[in-house]
């Protein structure tokens, strides 16, 4: 079981360069590697300067070692390299604090990264018209427990313990900005322990 | 429709705060308080002249936490319809005349880190009201405020009594302008830029933000248009089955009322978009005054703002 069809379930474009920014800052996990690859060359063809290109990136293991280089000497003014998402969202955090109006942001990774980053960028009011997100990789999701409100990570079943209070949460489409989750909502509350067949669905 | 959102208001206090400027205190007829709004809101005022009614916007420049009172200035403008002269000679101190309610076009962003305002002339009016909204909050806030010289600054002691600081006045008569450009270019993010005078400042601050990269939904700006004076034409509004001649200080929206057709209007000023209207048939070419419709849709030739558009021509056929 699982509950589809719900609006706030983000939808995602493409990368392409917005030509009124005049910063823009690349933030990529493992394959989202390809996009940004792609979007440095339509920048460059579009008249993007490098300078005005900076890029963080974290690689894990859906990344091949051969993009794993391909970052490494990406086209950008600066590049940085990440081991892990932790370490990649502070420095995203930093440089947000000094950075000025007329910066643009680029997203490309599997959605639950993604969420992280533009969480943080939502509260520097960077808006829709700022940002710009290519899903690729795991569709495995970032899980709100409504009750605990603990979040449960790499979530690929339509039903799961939560991590901290152990209720079964059903999976809902219903999605948040704010937590940069999913909403998980206990399923066995009428009669504990019994659930509806789990089933791998996000994968 | 629009018209019965109107009640009455009377003229409690007027003031001549700059050669070309009216203030007016406005207080329920009935002694209730004003309905509340936030800062950027206009309202309409509804004039009954000796040949005719006129009904144009203006902002609220008091603050949205005294409900007492409205308070709104005039701009003096003798090469127009009429309604600012009207303001300016015909209404007195105890005079009964009819507002609509608030409307806010203007809106400050809930969300912003820092509000960058500009002003020019009396379009300091809805930045006034902004800026108490503003006090009341933590986000922090600067005004550049240009008037032509020392004695147009309407307000502007009672702005750096309230605002310290935070305000800047410029005065064209020394040469002292404001740097638009370099403003914009190194504000942190999540700032927000507002607008409100003459249209080449408006157009300044608008290509200097976008210049420096800002995205759209950081830019804010309100600029009414008076319906210009034209040549006069006819209209026939279809569903009313009626033909209305507009004279050509008259706008079209006028005309329509006048005839007794009850059009939806909200800014009437070119900016809200309520009395846009379907053409049904043009010969000759409409003459767009507003701020509202797309090029594209200005091009198609089969939208019309009536509240500051016209037409030239011999046939003009509205879906009203």
Same mark, same amino acid.
């Given at each position: 079981m699982l509950i589809r069809g719900i609006k706030s379930k983000p939808v995602y474009t493409p990368l392409a360069p917005d030509l009124g920014g005049r910063t823009h800052l690349l933030v990529g996990f493992g394959v989202g590697a390809e996009p940004l690859t792609r979007l440095m060359a339509d920048c460059t063809l579009a008249g993007v300067t490098?300078?005005?290109?900076?890029?963080?990136?974290?690689?894990?293991?859906?990344?091949?070692m051969a993009m794993h280089e391909m970052m490494r000497h990406a086209d950008a003014g600066e590049v940085q390299l990440f081991k892990d998402s932790a370490s990649l969202l502070s420095e995203f955090e930093t440089i947000l604090k000094a950075s000025i109006m007329g910066t643009r942001l680029y997203v490309a990774g599997p959605e639950a990264f993604m969420? /992280? &980053?533009? $969480?943080?960028?939502?509260?520097?009011? @960077?808006?829709?018209?700022?940002?710009r997100a290519e899903e690729c990789g795991s569709p495995a999701r970032r899980v709100h427990c409504i009750h605990c409100r603990a979040a449960t990570e790499d979530v690929t079943t339509n039903i799961v313990q939560c991590v901290d209070c152990q209720?079964? /949460? &059903?999976? $809902?489409?219903?999605?948040?900005?704010? @937590?940069?989750?999913?909403?998980?909502?206990?399923?066995?509350?009428?009669?504990p322990g019994e659930l509806p067949p789990i089933e791998e669905v996000f994968v | 429709m629009s018209h019965s959102h109107t009640f009455a208001v009377t003229v409690t206090a007027i003031t001549q705060v700059t050669p070309l400027i009216k203030h007016f205190v406005l207080k329920a007829a009935d002694g209730a308080q004003m309905p509340s709004f936030s800062g950027g809101s206009h309202v309409v005022v509804v004039m009954k002249g000796a040949t005719r009614v006129y009904r144009n916007p203006y902002s609220l420049l008091s603050s949205p936490n005294d409900l007492s009172a409205y308070e709104i200035a005039v701009r003096r403008a003798d090469q127009s319809r009429g309604g600012s002269v009207f303001m300016h000679d015909h209404v007195t101190v105890g005079m009964t005349l009819q507002i609509a309610h608030p409307v806010n076009l203007f809106q400050l962003d809930k969300l912003a880190?820092?509000?960058?305002?500009?002003?020019?002339?009396?379009?300091?009016?809805?930045?006034?009201?902004?800026?108490?909204?503003?006090?009341?909050?933590?986000?922090?806030y600067e005004l550049h405020y240009s008037v032509r010289a020392p004695d147009h600054a309407a307000f502007a002691d009672?702005?750096?009594?309230?605002?310290?600081?935070?305000?800047?006045?410029?005065?064209?008569?020394?040469?002292?302008?404001?740097?638009?450009?370099?403003?914009?270019?190194?504000?942190?993010?999540?700032?927000?830029?507002?607008?409100?005078?003459?249209?080449?400042?408006i157009g300044r601050v608008l290509a200097s933000a976008r210049a420096a990269g800002w995205a759209e939904s950081h830019i804010h700006w309100e600029q009414f248009s008076a319906p210009p004076v034209g040549d006069p034409f006819d209209v026939f509004l279809k569903k009313s089955n009626v033909k209305v001649s507009v004279l050509p200080d008259q706008s079209l929206l006028e005309a329509i009322e006048d005839a007794g057709v009850d059009a939806p209007y909200l800014c009437r000023g070119g900016v809200c978009?309520?009395?846009?209207?379907?053409?049904?048939?043009?010969?000759?070419?409409?003459?767009?005054?507003?701020?509202?419709?797309?090029?594209?849709?200005k091009a198609s030739g089969t939208l019309i703002m009536p509240c500051v558009s016209r037409a030239h021509g011999k046939n003009l056929v509205l879906d009203l």
């Amino acid at each position: 079981m699982l509950i589809r069809g719900i609006k706030s379930k983000p939808v995602y474009t493409p990368l392409a360069p917005d030509l009124g920014g005049r910063t823009h800052l690349l933030v990529g996990f493992g394959v989202g590697a390809e996009p940004l690859t792609r979007l440095m060359a339509d920048c460059t063809l579009a008249g993007v300067t490098k300078a005005s290109r900076r890029l963080l990136y974290v690689t894990d293991k859906s990344a091949s070692m051969a993009m794993h280089e391909m970052m490494r000497h990406a086209d950008a003014g600066e590049v940085q390299l990440f081991k892990d998402s932790a370490s990649l969202l502070s420095e995203f955090e930093t440089i947000l604090k000094a950075s000025i109006m007329g910066t643009r942001l680029y997203v490309a990774g599997p959605e639950a990264f993604m969420g /992280l &980053v533009m $969480r943080i960028a939502a509260r520097f009011n @960077l808006n829709r018209d700022e940002i710009r997100a290519e899903e690729c990789g795991s569709p495995a999701r970032r899980v709100h427990c409504i009750h605990c409100r603990a979040a449960t990570e790499d979530v690929t079943t339509n039903i799961v313990q939560c991590v901290d209070c152990q209720r079964w /949460l &059903v999976v $809902r489409d219903h999605y948040s900005r704010r @937590l940069a989750a999913y909403m998980g909502v206990m399923i066995d509350a009428e009669v504990p322990g019994e659930l509806p067949p789990i089933e791998e669905v996000f994968v | 429709m629009s018209h019965s959102h109107t009640f009455a208001v009377t003229v409690t206090a007027i003031t001549q705060v700059t050669p070309l400027i009216k203030h007016f205190v406005l207080k329920a007829a009935d002694g209730a308080q004003m309905p509340s709004f936030s800062g950027g809101s206009h309202v309409v005022v509804v004039m009954k002249g000796a040949t005719r009614v006129y009904r144009n916007p203006y902002s609220l420049l008091s603050s949205p936490n005294d409900l007492s009172a409205y308070e709104i200035a005039v701009r003096r403008a003798d090469q127009s319809r009429g309604g600012s002269v009207f303001m300016h000679d015909h209404v007195t101190v105890g005079m009964t005349l009819q507002i609509a309610h608030p409307v806010n076009l203007f809106q400050l962003d809930k969300l912003a880190l820092k509000h960058v305002l500009f002003a020019g002339g009396v379009g300091i009016t809805a930045i006034a009201a902004q800026l108490e909204d503003l006090k009341m909050g933590a986000v922090p806030y600067e005004l550049h405020y240009s008037v032509r010289a020392p004695d147009h600054a309407a307000f502007a002691d009672r702005l750096l009594a309230r605002h310290g600081d935070r305000v800047r006045i410029y005065h064209d008569s020394a040469e002292h302008r404001i740097d638009i450009e370099g403003l914009v270019a190194a504000q942190p993010l999540g700032t927000h830029v507002y607008v409100c005078g003459p249209t080449p400042m408006i157009g300044r601050v608008l290509a200097s933000a976008r210049a420096a990269g800002w995205a759209e939904s950081h830019i804010h700006w309100e600029q009414f248009s008076a319906p210009p004076v034209g040549d006069p034409f006819d209209v026939f509004l279809k569903k009313s089955n009626v033909k209305v001649s507009v004279l050509p200080d008259q706008s079209l929206l006028e005309a329509i009322e006048d005839a007794g057709v009850d059009a939806p209007y909200l800014c009437r000023g070119g900016v809200c978009g309520e009395c846009k209207c379907r053409v049904l048939e043009v010969d000759g070419v409409l003459v767009h005054n507003d701020h509202y419709l797309s090029p594209e849709e200005k091009a198609s030739g089969t939208l019309i703002m009536p509240c500051v558009s016209r037409a030239h021509g011999k046939n003009l056929v509205l879906d009203l």
